[in-house]
């Protein structure tokens, strides 16, 4: 299993940034998918999946802003992050399995930082 998020950077409060994640060596069309974030001290923080049908959930402080999507030819999952906030400052992660406030268990990326800060 490879998971290979990017896309991550500095942007200013209010601005945009879309992650990306490719995966490979498992059946992604069959996955769900989940993007999940890290704050150092703080424990991790389920953000958004996306099933294999396409169905969609979000964490509430991120419905409305967040858009995770999905392209099953390339094997690909994707999070378009809008009207950012210094909050959302985090390692950003995508990959399967569960996370609770204290683990995530299953297959994960490396991670890439967003930091939203003027």
């Known amino acids: 299993v490879q998971l290979v998020e990017s896309g991550g950077g500095l942007v200013q409060p209010g601005g945009s940034l879309r992650l990306s994640c490719a995966a490979s060596?498992?059946?992604?069309?069959?996955?769900?998918m989940t993007w999940a974030r890290h704050v150092p001290g703080k424990g991790p923080e389920w953000i958004s999946t996306i099933d294999s049908g396409g169905s969609t959930s979000y964490r509430s402080t991120v419905r409305g802003r967040f858009t995770i999507s999905r392209d099953n030819a390339k094997n690909t999952v994707s999070l378009q992050m809008n009207s950012l906030k210094p909050e959302d400052t985090a390692v950003y992660y995508c990959?399967?399995?569960?996370?609770?406030?204290?683990?995530?268990?299953?297959?994960w990326g490396q991670g890439t930082q967003v930091t939203v800060s003027s």
């Open positions: 990959g399967f399995g569960t996370v609770t406030s204290t683990t995530r268990d299953g297959y």
């Open positions: 060596g498992f059946s992604f069309s069959s996955s769900a």
